[in-house]
T-cell receptor, first 109, second 115 residues
Framework: KQEVTQIPAALSVPEGENLVLNCSFT??????LQWFRQDPGKGLTSLLLIQSSQREQTSGRLNASLDKSSGRSTLYIAASQPGDSATYLCAVGDYKLSFGAGTTVTVRA | NAGVTQTPKFQVLKTGQSMTLQCAQD?????MSWYRQDPGMGLRLIHY???????DQGEVPNGYNVSRSTTEDFPLRLLSAAPSQTSVYFC??????????????FGPGTRLLVL
């Protein structure tokens, strides 16, 4: 059974600081890894999807890396803004996703 | 496109009552799924469907039924609600045409409280 862990559970940083969010998984035989954003009381919005054959994906200020051999992924958010405050979830799998519990980020103005 | 829609947004049930959570998508997606989200835990898969007429169990299927008679709709039925089913329920969909390497789109969720 795939286990996905996200540490830390919460993170508070001043505006402008770079964010580093970690995700680890136990089974390296994954199809893809996705990072989602969830705002309070809302659904999930997909940020980045890394296919198993890829090592990273970038979108604007966001960059996600994938190291299957070590079972880790990292989401980098450059120059954080208060609007980046949300919970960030990582998920691995094919059609059936296994989720981490998320990291709740607060960016202080 | 409205994307993935879910109704109701919030529901209170008494133990033993039954209800159906509705999920619809207008993107002609083949794959649809239901997850539940509990505090401090990641989303867990309840049931999923890879196309009309085809459903299968996920990680936590007990107490829930599904059917998929059309491509657009994927309702989740609680037969006899229990307090342990208090949770936030999310429906998701993806095209299913490119295989597992696809982004999944999530609905806004249904908050369910079972007393």
């Amino acid at each position: 059974k795939q286990e996905v862990t996200q540490i830390p559970a919460a993170l508070s940083v001043p505006e402008g600081e770079n964010l580093v969010l970690n995700c680890s998984f136990t089974d390296s035989a994954i199809y893809n890894l996705q990072w989602f954003r969830q705002d309070p009381g809302k659904g999930l919005t997909s940020l980045l999807l890394i296919q198993s054959s890829q090592r990273e994906q970038t979108s604007g200020r966001l960059n996600a890396s994938l190291d299957k051999s070590s079972g880790r992924s990292t989401l980098y958010i450059a120059a954080s803004q208060p609007g980046d405050s949300a919970t960030y979830l990582c998920a691995v799998g094919d059609y059936k996703l296994s989720f981490g519990a998320g990291t709740t980020v607060t960016v202080r103005a | 496109n409205a994307g993935v829609t879910q109704t109701p947004k919030f529901q209170v049930l008494k133990t033993g009552q039954s209800m159906t959570l509705q999920c619809a998508q207008d993107m002609n997606h083949e794959y649809m799924s239901w997850y539940r989200q509990d505090p401090g835990m990641g989303l867990r898969l309840i049931h999923y469907s890879v196309g009309a007429g085809i459903t299968d169990q996920g990680e936590v299927p007990n107490g829930y039924n599904v059917s998929r008679s059309t491509t657009e709709d994927f309702p989740l039925r609680l037969l006899s609600a229990a307090p342990s089913q208090t949770s936030v329920y999310f429906c998701a969909s993806s095209t299913g045409t490119s295989g597992p390497q696809e982004t999944q789109y999530f609905g806004p969720g249904t908050r369910l409280l079972v007393l």
